[in-house]
């Protein structure tokens, strides 16, 4: 099965995608296309979007189908539906901070970094952690024991805030722990060190 993974040259939506892909060892293509590529082709995708992933013959877009189709496949999404509904509700959460993330780095940096940093984001990893809690005190994965594609959505949603301010995790010890623990996977650490030879942007303007 011949996987093909289609974004910019940035971290941006499909990063957690290309954690998991690397992190399992899946052969991937790992696409990355200028603007001028994707003005070309823009009309041609589903919804216009980016990231896309081909499976074969299969399309898929829309970051967050993406990795739990990549958690269907792997094992990666629960071994009961207590756990699938966990998962995708954390995943959920995830999103909506992340959602805040990159609204104000794309309209509001300048202004709002500051108001972002100390008004909105303990309260957010606050409510996280708690439920990153559930299970096992937070010690492990975002299920419990088991890893799956929510632990990677979940360490690149830590890291970009990491580079935003470096003390974000300080009020959440439960999150700065797994923060560390997943990046010392032999595997995400290789991936890492790659990507840090790169210094890709979070977002595609050049904020962060």
Known sequence: MTLKLTYFDIRGLAEP???????????FEDNRISREEWA?????????????????TETIVQSAAILRHLGRIYGLNGSTESETSFIDMFSEGLRDLRTKYFTMIKTDYEDGK??????????????????FCTFNNGENFVSGD??????????ELLDIHLILTPTALNGTPALKRFHGRFAERPNMRLYLNKRAELNPFVSGNGKQ
């Open 40 to 56: 070309e082709m823009k009309s041609t995708m589903i919804f216009a979007q980016l990231p896309c992933l081909h499976i074969g």
């Open 17 to 27: 995608i290309r954690l998991l892909l690397n992190d399992q060892e899946i052969p």
């Open 114 to 131: 500051e108001a972002y940093i100390t008004e909105t984001l303990p309260g957010e990893l606050l409510r996280i952690e708690k439920l």
């Open 146 to 155: 088991k890893l799956s594609y929510a632990d990677y959505a979940l360490f």
